[in-house]
């Protein structure tokens, strides 16, 4: 039996969490839940799965969920002091990282600071900390494993040999909802036209940064260092299938690779269980159904997210931080309507160009940087 504590339990990758552990009630417990201020779909969970603990990041919102359970032996807490106490809790196996932002970078390093797994799914905890983060898990004996998609097909696939036989990564990208249109066609386009993603049903800010290919510069950063592996032996394919999940290419030119279907059960089914594999229902690839598989080169030209994104992982230091909370910033004026689509690549290369770098940021200085960037785009 494995203690669970979800971070991030009410939204996309909590919610498939939990359908897991509905499945598996013999080998997997909720010990804590934390959200940040979903009240009454926590209180659901709570009412199913039983949790010990149970956090809000609000603190009006926690108010209320503890009068919503008070029949309950549920303990409440709430803030980010309830959020490190929840990960830290000595009962815990695994902490999965689930929340959103920023604010999921410290609940992770506390989670590693007791020694505990970490099956993560926050960005930002690689990509403005990881320089931070895998050295502390090495120290501390904690395993990173990966729940985004790409990141488990290339776990998966590195079973296949050893760290030294890496030659390079096969990084895929669906192409979002405007492969193979140029700048030109660009210039107009909506929110409303970039959220439809043919592949995936993700979240709005996920699914702009697929539209833009920055999220496959993310993916860039948190594969470099969650693998050990240099920025220039990652590449990108865009493969509009998404079947091929990703790949390793090893020193031998054999290609492992991952495929199925697009679930996000399977990775993080694959990080709870990890090294076993366990039964899964529901679809199964049909390679007969699925038919061609093809793979192109990215146009980095046009999708200026990429490039920018592989800039700031060669450079370093606080540049990931940098280019991380300007498309943020630059994602939210989309979705407002208060900028053009090809304008959030002018406003990550402007705070790249004109925010502060710092060659080895502290855990402090990284939150430092993320709000001299916000307040540079809001003072343009």
């Given at each position: 039996?494995k203690?669970?504590?979800?971070l991030?339990s009410?939204?996309?990758i909590?919610?498939?969490?939990?359908?897991?552990?509905r499945n598996?009630?013999?080998?997997?417990?909720?010990l804590?839940?934390v959200a940040?201020r979903?009240?009454?779909?926590?209180e659901?969970q709570i009412?199913?799965f039983?949790?010990k603990?149970?956090?809000l990041y609000?603190?009006?919102a926690?108010?209320?969920?503890?009068?919503?359970?008070?029949y309950?032996?549920?303990?409440?807490?709430s803030?980010?002091?309830?959020i490190?106490?929840a990960?830290?809790?000595?009962?815990?196996?695994i902490?999965?990282?689930?929340m959103?932002?920023?604010?999921?970078?410290?609940?992770?390093?506390?989670?590693?600071e007791?020694?505990?797994?970490?099956?993560l799914?926050?960005?930002?905890?690689l990509v403005?900390a990881?320089?931070v983060?895998m050295?502390?898990?090495?120290?501390?004996?904690?395993r990173?494993?990966p729940v985004?998609?790409?990141h488990s097909?290339i776990?998966q696939?590195?079973r296949?040999?050893?760290?030294?036989?890496?030659?390079?990564?096969l990084?895929t990208?669906?192409g979002?909802?405007?492969?193979?249109?140029?700048?030109?066609?660009?210039?107009?386009m909506t929110a409303?036209e970039?959220?439809?993603?043919p592949?995936w049903?993700?979240?709005?800010k996920?699914?702009?940064?697929?539209?833009?290919l920055v999220?496959?510069g993310?993916e860039i950063?948190?594969?470099?260092?969650?693998?050990?592996?240099p920025?220039?032996d990652?590449?990108v394919y865009?493969?509009p299938?998404?079947?091929?999940h990703?790949?390793?290419?090893?020193r031998?030119?054999?290609?492992?690779?991952q495929?199925g279907?697009?679930?996000m059960?399977i990775?993080?089914?694959?990080?709870l269980?990890?090294?076993?594999?366990?039964?899964?229902g529901g679809e199964r690839?049909?390679l007969?159904?699925?038919g061609?598989?093809?793979?192109?080169?990215?146009d980095?030209?046009?999708f200026k997210?990429?490039?920018?994104?592989?800039?700031?992982?060669?450079?370093?230091?606080?540049m990931?931080?940098?280019?991380?909370a300007?498309n943020?910033?630059?994602?939210?004026?989309?979705l407002k309507?208060?900028?053009?689509?090809?304008?959030?690549?002018?406003?990550?290369e402007d705070?790249?160009d004109?925010v502060s770098?710092?060659e080895?940021p502290s855990?402090?200085e990284?939150?430092?940087?993320?709000?001299?960037?916000l307040?540079?785009?809001?003072?343009?």
């Open positions: 039996m203690n669970i504590v979800i991030g009410t939204g996309s909590g919610t498939q969490t939990l359908d897991i552990v598996n009630p013999e080998e997997l417990r909720v804590a839940l940040g979903n009240s009454d779909l926590l659901e009412r199913e039983h949790p603990v149970a956090v609000d603190e009006e926690a108010r209320t969920l503890k009068a919503m359970i008070s309950t032996d549920c303990r409440v807490l803030g980010m002091e309830g490190l106490e990960a830290a809790l000595p009962e815990a196996d902490v999965v990282g689930a959103v932002g920023m604010i999921g970078i410290r609940p992770v390093i506390a989670a590693i007791t020694g505990k797994d970490v099956a799914a926050n960005k930002e905890t403005c990881g320089h983060i050295p502390l898990a090495k120290k501390k004996g904690a990173i494993l985004d998609s790409e097909a776990f696939s590195l296949a040999g050893e760290h030294n036989e890496i030659e390079k990564i990084l990208a669906s979002g909802p405007f492969r193979g249109k140029k700048a030109a066609s660009l210039m107009h409303k970039a959220l439809k993603h592949n049903d993700m979240g709005p996920v699914t702009i940064d697929s539209s833009t999220n496959k993310l950063m948190e594969a470099h260092h969650l693998f050990d592996v920025v220039d990652i590449e865009v493969h299938q998404s079947i091929v990703s790949a390793v290419q090893f031998d030119g054999a290609v492992i690779a495929l279907v697009p679930d059960h990775p993080i089914q694959y990080a269980f990890y090294p076993e594999r366990v039964a899964l690839l049909d007969f159904k699925a061609s598989l093809t793979f192109e080169k990215p980095m030209d046009t997210g990429l490039s920018l994104a592989i800039r700031a992982a060669k450079q370093g230091g606080n990931p931080t940098i280019f991380n300007a943020e910033a630059a994602v939210r004026k989309f309507d208060e900028i053009r689509f090809l304008q959030i690549y002018d406003i990550i705070a790249m004109n770098f710092s080895d855990i402090d990284v939150f430092i940087t993320e709000k001299e960037t307040e540079y785009i809001d003072a343009d």
